[in-house]
């Protein structure tokens, strides 16, 4: 059974730095592209970057040259380095395949993890 386990979240001030984690379970994680999404108070879900099985990132142009995805196939773990933050990446964080996990119709999520940029 496929699951989404993030970590890493927390409160950190603006300029600083954090770095998620995502476990993914279940089989078959290196032939699927993977992905950040965030979802802010109030906000749509968005993506913030992704990376596809053979590696290659894209981002965002709000996070570009300040976050970096990365992936180890043996660990099923994707990362994601966030430097620079600013107040406008607080959101809670999520990770999934791209395009997102259906299951009974619906998109499947994990339970996120918290990020909080302030001072």
């Known amino acids: 059974q496929v699951q989404f386990v993030e970590s890493g979240g927390g409160l950190v001030q603006p300029g600083g730095s954090l770095r998620l984690s995502c476990v993914r379970s279940g089989s078959g994680f290196s032939i699927y592209s993977m992905a950040w999404y965030r979802q802010a108070p109030g906000k749509q879900r968005e993506l913030v970057a992704g990376?596809?099985?053979?590696?290659?990132?894209n981002y965002a142009d709000s996070v570009k040259g300040r976050f970096t995805i990365s992936r180890d196939n043996a660990r099923k773990t994707v990362y994601l380095q966030m430097d620079s933050l600013k107040p406008e990446d607080t959101a809670v964080y999520y990770c999934?395949?791209?395009?997102?996990?259906?299951?009974?119709?619906?998109?499947?999520w994990g339970q996120g993890t918290q990020v909080t940029v302030s001072s």
């Open positions: 999934n395949h791209r395009p997102p996990m259906v299951v009974g119709g619906k998109d499947y």
């Open positions: 990376i596809n099985s053979g590696g290659s990132p």
